[in-house]
């Protein structure tokens, strides 16, 4: 059964994933903005539901929102095709900047998700 929830879960986070892409394009100076907003909103989502679900032993539930949902919606190898992409273009400040940008605010978020929804429970 929870290969199930993490099935609809991966299903609706990809096809959530596809219209951050639509929605949001690259720049014109060609960093992936879609890519990036999803990593770090990814992030901030995965930090507030492991408050939320923390005490849970609702596994089910995790499967679907942590592992399928935002397992489907962030993109770690879509950031990484990005990267070799920028770097292939030979756009090797926007690269930097998109590692440090990616790496630092997607860690940020999950500890600001995380202890957003904790005060906001309390």
Do not use: C, Q
């Not at 942590?66 to 095709?81: C, D, P, Q």
């Not at 990267?83 to 930097?96: A, E, G, H, R």
């Amino acid at each position: 059964m929870t290969l199930l929830f993490i099935a609809v879960g991966g299903a609706l986070g990809s096809l959530t994933r596809y219209l951050f892409g639509v929605l949001f394009h690259t720049t014109k100076n060609g960093f992936p903005l879609s890519t990036f907003l999803v990593n770090v909103l990814g992030s901030f989502i995965i930090g507030a539901i492991f408050y939320l679900l923390k005490d849970s032993n609702n596994e089910n539930l995790k499967a679907l929102l942590m592992v399928g949902f935002l397992g489907g919606f962030t993109t770690f190898s879509a950031f990484s095709i990005d990267l070799m992409n920028l770097i292939y273009d030979k756009d090797y400040i926007i690269s930097i900047l998109y590692v440090l940008g990616t790496v630092s605010f997607s860690i940020i978020s999950v500890f600001l998700g995380f202890w957003m929804t904790k005060f906001l429970s309390a």
